[in-house]
């Protein structure tokens, strides 16, 4: 039994492995903050992408080797006294060896748990750059609620000047109006 569970085993603990090394290789350094903030929005977005895959490939790698770890206990437990011991140093053989089954548990959780960190902290600069993306919209375009006035039109007549320029100026010149 403990073949078919070390046959089991190794090409989850080989991709584990490789998915371990890709993960040291990826650039987590931070982004650079002279982009523009749809720049950086695009590069956080793709790299929480790749964080997410990895995260699941990650858990689904972990959890099979702890499912693996524990039908080999259970199966450990229930072997008969005469195997026992050969069962036993065939578990400490294949889980205490430099890329063992408990070591590499331990190591994917201590991955999980650092790249966890990594996509929390992504997404919280995706979701400031958002704030700040959204405020500069407003920004360029205000509302504005100009009031309809009629305002008397000036006909050329001097004598009529002072009665237009005095209503003009109360209507339009003393008035608050915003730059469009």
């Known amino acids: 039994m403990s073949a078919s569970i070390i046959v089991q085993a ?35 977005e793709a790299r929480a992408r ?3 895959e990895k995260l699941m490939r990650l858990e689904k790698y972990v959890g099979t ?3 693996i770890n524990d039908k ?31 070591k590499l548990i331990n190591i994917g959780t201590d991955t999980i748990i650092t790249l966890s960190m990594y996509k929390d902290d ?6 400031r750059l958002a704030q700040i993306k959204e405020p500069s919209l407003t920004e360029c375009r205000p509302v504005v609620n100009l009031t309809q006035l009629s305002s008397p039109t000036f ?6 000047w002072r009665e237009f320029w005095s209503s003009f100026e109360a209507s339009v010149h003393s008035q608050n109006i915003p730059d469009i």
């Open 65 to 67: 080797l702890e499912k």
């Open 155 to 160: 006909s050329g007549d001097p004598k009529t």
């Open 50 to 52: 790749i964080i997410k």
């Open 122 to 127: 992504t997404e919280l600069a995706l979701k």
């Open 10 to 44: 190794t090409p989850v603990k080989a991709n584990l492995e490789g998915l371990l090394d890709e993960i040291q290789q990826m650039d987590l350094t931070p982004l650079d903050q002279k982009a523009t903030v749809e720049v950086l929005c695009q590069q956080y």
């Open 72 to 102: 080999w206990l259970e199966h450990i437990q229930l072997a008969p006294m005469s195997q026992k011991k050969k069962e036993e140093e065939k578990y400490e053989q294949m889980a205490n060896d430099d890329r063992g089954i408990l």
